[in-house]
């Protein structure tokens, strides 16, 4: 139990060009999402908060309007990455937590983009 | 943002050897949670603990949950090559708060 996917697993673009990214909760409700990113030997570093049906809560120094995070629904959240430009390649790491697993959080497989 | 003190940054050691890592924070935890990220993969959660002084086992891993809130540690006994990746403390204040993270223990180890 407790399975989160991502797709695409990796991914290849040009720079200016959008890209979506999908997370999904396949045998429970994430009543909440996080997207992180995370750099080569680092640790990961979190984007923003997403909560179904309302809008996600960014961190600090992360760009709303560049990452575009909709939570549409319990179980699918997905992160835009807009007119991407090379230093936005990065390994992307969404997450999902129900109140009904205790709250523990549980992670996709990661979703490697490079911009060219 | 805040980050959890995790020690050491990487080890390498000999199949069959016991393995200690542990985090410490500035402040209190009510959950510690320990992940295992292998390379290109993203994090598989290991132990989760919920209470202070708690011991819990998964395998040849074993987690406490330090006393105070502002540690805990994981041991892994008798070590084998597919233990190698990077170990990651998260700690959590409670209900829906975001993980802080350690940066997170590289382990390598020689057959």
Redesign the interface.
Known sequence: GAVVSQHPSWVICKSGTSVKIECRSLDFQATTMFWYRQFPKQSLMLMATSNEGSKATYEQGVEKDKFLINHASLTLSTLTVTSAHPEDSSFYICSARSPGLAYEQYFGPGTRLTVT | ?Q?LNQSPQSMFIQEGEDVSMNCTSSSIFN?W?W?KQDP??????LI?L?KAGELTSNGRLTAQFGITRKDSFLNISASIPSDVGIY?C?G?RG??T??V????T?LSVIA
């Open positions: 943002g980050q959950t949670l992940y290109g993969e993203g994090p598989v959660l989760a919920y990651f998260a959590q209900g829906n975001p993980l993270f350690g940066k997170g590289r």
